[in-house]
Every structure is written in C-alpha cells, then in structure tokens.
C-alpha cells in the first residue's frame, strides 16, 4: 500500500518568512496530493490539493509543488503570519480512494 | 451548508466497555470515511462506505471494531469490547467525489480507562 513521509516534524519561522514542508510517497499510482491544516482542538481543513496532472498551483500565500517522477510533493507558504501556526499533514491517494497521512509537521510561526 | 458532525466529542470509558461512536455527513455525499489519529502520530484510514456499501475496510484493525451505515446516511463505529490502545480521536470524512476534497468531522475524542 502508500506510504507517506512527510518532514520536518516541527518547524519555526519568524513571522514573514517562507515556510516549506516536504512529502515523498511510495505508490506511483498515486493522483491526488491534498494539504491539510489542523488548528488546536479543531477539525483537519484543506488549504490546497494538487493532482498529478499539475506540476504546480497557488492560492495566494501558499503553494505547492509536486515532481512525479521523484514522488515527492511539497508545500510553500510565504509571508508567514501568526495565524498559520497549526499542525500541517500531507496526505496522498490514488485507485484506493481513501487517503494516506504524513506524520504531521509542528509549524510555530513567532511573533 | 451543514458541516460533517461526529457525537460525542469526548468518551471515557474502561477497558472491556463498549462504545459507539456517530458520524452525520454532508447530505448527498456518498462517500464516507473514517479514520483515527493515536497520541499525535499520523491519521490512518479504518474505512471508506459508498452509500450503504463498505467499498474499503482494510484499516479496520481487528473484529472489535464494527462499522455500519444503514441506509446510506449517518454511519455509526463501534468498538467493543475496548482495549486502551484503542484510545485517540476518531475523525470521520465525506466526500462527494470519489477522488477529491474530503470534508472532515470535528472528531470524537476516546480515551479508555
């Protein structure tokens, strides 16, 4: 079956720079690579998905890119602000339509 | 729009107890998962309906665990009897694409005494 690693575990920036969270996935099959945000004690929220059709898509501050050949995807967000602090999981799917989680990556963002 | 609801939000039980948990989707979404997420590790699959019908169980992790959505609505999960591995936050998702935006609940936190 898939499986997702997804680094760095935590992450801190100063309010205003970048943030990048990266994500490798074993199943070439897979076709859908979805971002999801998950603020303390609430549900897990979509920020940004991509398929395999792309190799990259923007919504205002975040971004993500995704290299089929290398099986590896990743998230971008610039001008970092408190508010995106949150637990940030990739995940990846493909023919068995439910959806394979990373680990979750810690993003602090200090004032 | 209504959002995906899960009750309760929080269960405490003990070991050998049994406990049901509930998931009302968003109307018309066929698809339905659920999935858990044990001490801040990564959310892993249980299941995926379509409709009535499981189309996915393969994440279930043992015969303790019982899924069912009658009528192709709400989908209850119930564990029994508990064990304390069992512990962490169920979240449910629906769907109304087979590929694409997953919409989850708020979650039912378990914890098993």
């Known amino acids: 079956g898939e499986n997702v690693e997804q680094h760095p575990s935590t992450l801190s920036v100063q309010e205003g720079d970048s943030a990048v969270i990266k994500c490798t996935y074993s199943?070439?099959?897979?076709?859908?690579f979805p971002w999801y945000k998950q603020e303390l004690g609430k549900r897990p929220q979509l920020i940004i998905d991509i398929r395999s059709n792309v190799g990259e898509k923007k919504d205002q501050r975040i971004a993500v890119t995704l290299n089929k050949t290398a099986k590896h995807f990743s998230l971008h967000i610039t001008e970092t602000q408190p508010e995106d602090s949150a637990v940030y999981f990739c995940a990846a799917s493909g023919s068995a339509r439910q959806l394979t989680f990373g680990s979750g990556t810690q993003l602090t963002v200090l004032p | 729009e209504a959002g995906v609801t899960q009750f309760p939000s929080h269960s405490v039980i003990e070991k050998g107890q049994t406990v049901t948990l509930r998931c009302d989707p968003i109307?018309?979404?066929?698809?339905l998962y659920w999935y858990r997420r044990v001490m801040g590790k990564e959310i892993k699959f249980l299941l995926h309906f379509v409709k009535e019908s499981k189309q996915d169980e393969s994440g279930m992790p043992n015969n303790r665990f019982l899924a069912e959505r009658t009528g192709g609505t709400y989908s209850t999960l119930k564990v029994q009897p508990a064990e304390l591995e069992d512990s962490g936050v169920y979240f449910c998702?629906?769907?109304?694409?087979?590929?694409?935006?997953?919409?989850f609940g708020p979650g039912t936190r378990l914890t098993v005494t």
């Open positions: 109307s018309g979404h066929d698809n």
């Open positions: 998702a629906s769907s109304q694409a087979p590929i694409g935006e997953q919409y």
């Open positions: 199943d070439s099959a897979s076709n859908y």
